[in-house]
Nanobody
Framework: QLQASGGGLVQAGGSLRLSCAAS????????MGWSRQAPGKEREFVAT????????SYGDSVKGRFTISRNIPKKTVYLQMNSLKPEDTAVYYC????????????????WGQGTLVTVSS
């Protein structure tokens, strides 16, 4: 089970940190990720992190502004979002899968309930 939190309303240029607490299963076994979906748009890959946290990958639209990390003992993955833009407004989903490091949302087997991020201009 994946429980995301930390969303909210922020002004453009501001920052937010999302958290995702995992329960059940062996956390270190899973590749973790974040995807997002804006109203009327398809789901978009945001970021992913390898099992030990040593490798990360980002979508082009967030590269250089967002940072994904994980705390294995706490079974938590984070998404630090800086320099937020109105186009970052979306529901953000925590995701997990135990296959490979992938930027395809469809390849993630487990999804959290989502947390809404709204960036005002």
């Amino acid at each position: 089970q994946l429980q995301a939190s930390g969303g909210g309303l922020v002004q453009a240029g501001g920052s937010l940190r999302l958290s995702c607490a995992a329960s059940g299963g062996t956390f270190s076994r899973f590749f973790m990720g974040w995807s997002r979906q804006a109203p009327g748009k398809e789901r978009e890959f945001v970021a992913t992190i390898s099992r030990n946290g040593g490798t990360t990958s980002y979508g082009d639209s967030v590269k250089g502004r967002f940072t994904i990390s994980r705390n294995i003992p706490k079974k938590t993955v984070y998404l630090q979002m800086n320099s937020l833009k109105p186009e970052d407004t979306a529901v953000y989903y925590c995701t997990a899968q135990d296959g490979i490091l992938t930027a395809r949302p469809s390849e993630y087997d487990y999804w959290g309930q989502g947390t809404l991020v709204t960036v005002s201009s």
